[in-house]
């Protein structure tokens, strides 16, 4: 099927449009050095494995699993999270697209709505995108503290679209759990060389040049 065929297509963020996994990994390695290599190497592990997974989440396991400290407060995830936007939102918003996204997304929004649904926070979100320059090609941009599957849910019903005729894309495991259970298609993006996260049933592609056929 045509990715045109398709009612709407959701886009994750990061690792599928634009290539800022790498940015994101670096970011929790700096945000805990402090705490020693062997902290910081259960982190970048836990993060790689839970792409997807928003950042307050990852805290607060790391608090729990890795730091074996009391919760956080509010306040000490709030300033987590300042230092880690800090590390990242200039790196993403000049980070490069991933293959054929930029050129997929101008031929495809004019004929079908485009949305994003990503663990990022859904205001820093809309920073890089509008930043980007994509704001105009997305009917809307979803981002945490609300869950994927959430996320998704909200879309096919703010928007009355059909879940088996719209398309998710995505390049983590939460992203095709969560599109399962709103009954909605998947495709896997796994970048070349990388471990394929998803279940040997699942179609992926390298990148999104592939689609503009």
């Known amino acids: 099927m045509r990715v045109t065929d398709w009612q709407a297509i959701i886009f994750d963020f990061d690792g599928v449009l634009v290539e800022s996994g790498d940015i994101k990994t670096r970011a929790f390695a700096d945000l805990?050095?402090?705490y020693g290599e062997t902290v910081v190497n259960k982190v970048v592990r836990y993060h790689s494995l839970n792409g997807g997974l928003s950042r307050y989440q990852k805290f607060r396991y790391f608090q729990q699993h890795f730091l074996e400290m009391?919760?956080?407060?509010?306040?000490?995830?709030?300033?987590l999270d300042r230092r880690f936007s800090k590390l990242v939102v200039e790196a993403?918003?000049?980070?490069e697209p991933v293959p054929g996204a930029n050129e997929l997304i101008h031929k495809v929004s004019t004929r079908i709505p485009l949305f994003i649904a990503s663990g990022t926070p859904e205001i820093e979100l809309n920073i890089i995108v509008t930043r980007r320059g994509l704001g105009p090609y997305f009917t809307e941009v979803r981002g945490s503290p609300k869950s994927k599957?959430?996320?998704i849910a909200e879309i096919l019903s703010t928007h009355s679209l059909t879940p088996t005729r719209v398309l998710m894309i995505g390049d983590a495991l939460i992203d095709y759990q969560s599109a399962q259970t709103n009954n909605v298609a998947f495709l896997g993006r796994v970048r070349t060389g990388d471990k394929n996260p998803f279940p040997e049933q699942?179609?992926?592609?390298?990148?999104?040049?592939?689609?503009l056929t």
């Open 202 to 211: 699942v179609n992926t592609v390298s990148d999104l040049n592939t689609l």
């Open 32 to 34: 805990y050095q402090s």
């Open 149 to 151: 599957q959430t996320l």
């Open 70 to 79: 009391p919760p956080l407060t509010q306040d000490e995830e709030q300033e």
């Open 92 to 95: 993403v918003i000049t980070s």
